[in-house]
């Protein structure tokens, strides 16, 4: 589904990804960062990883929790 790609690719979404996972910051520390409520912060990167994780089980790759 292209919705799914497209929610991913989304900078929103991109960053707290980035943010989260590459630079390895707490969830508070994303929120300071970003200006963003902490229930946004966690509402966007769950959207982002279950969007993430549809795309890549449609691709064939599994194991995905």
């Known amino acids: 589904n292209c919705d799914d ?3 991913v690719d989304r900078p929103r979404y991109r ?3 980035v943010l989260r996972h590459v630079s390895e910051l ?5 929120a ?3 200006g963003l409520p902490l229930g946004t912060v966690k509402n966007r990167i769950f959207r982002a990883r279950e ?3 549809k795309h890549l089980l ?3 790759i599994e ?3």
Not at 26 to 30: H, K, L
């Open 63 to 65: 194991g995905i929790a």
């Open 51 to 53: 969007a993430m994780r």
């Open 15 to 17: 960053e707290l990804i």
């Open 58 to 60: 449609r691709m064939g």
């Open 5 to 7: 790609q497209q929610t």
């Open 32 to 34: 300071e960062v970003t």
């Open 26 to 30: 707490s969830y508070d520390e994303i």
